[in-house]
């Protein structure tokens, strides 16, 4: 399993943009597909991205289609998500997810398709 650190996260305005990061250690990172997930109050956990582990197939939520942007620093053992023109509903903990999987994607974009997981980290859009 690895060990995953979420960072990143803040206050932003409606139309802005912000990058999360997650900081990866315990093992190599490319023997990993990666996911990014979300919770905001009083809602189930959201699959919003994941990422093979060569960085070559890539899986995105129709909510966010378009707007985020998922990549990988295999050497740098970090995944980022880049979050452009967000909106109020984007507002939510977001968790960076880790699964032993070589090759591909996992079948679906769901948390249970995925082992480790991050502490989270804030994201609230509002004016």
Known sequence: QLDLVESGGGLVQPGGSLRLSCAASGFPLEYFALGWFRQAPGKE??????????????????????????????????????????????????????RY?????????SAEEFESWGQGTQVTVSS
Request: hydrophobic content about 30%.
């Open 45 to 98: 956990r959201e699959g919003v991205s994941c990422i093979s582990s060569s960085g070559r197939s890539t899986n995105y939520a129709d909510s966010v289609k378009g707007r985020f942007t998922i990549s990988r620093d295999n050497a740098n053992n970090t995944v980022y998500l880049q979050m452009n023109s967000l909106r109020p509903e984007d507002t939510a903990v977001y968790y960076c997810a880790s």
């Open 101 to 109: 999987l070589l090759f591909g994607l996992p079948n679906t974009l």
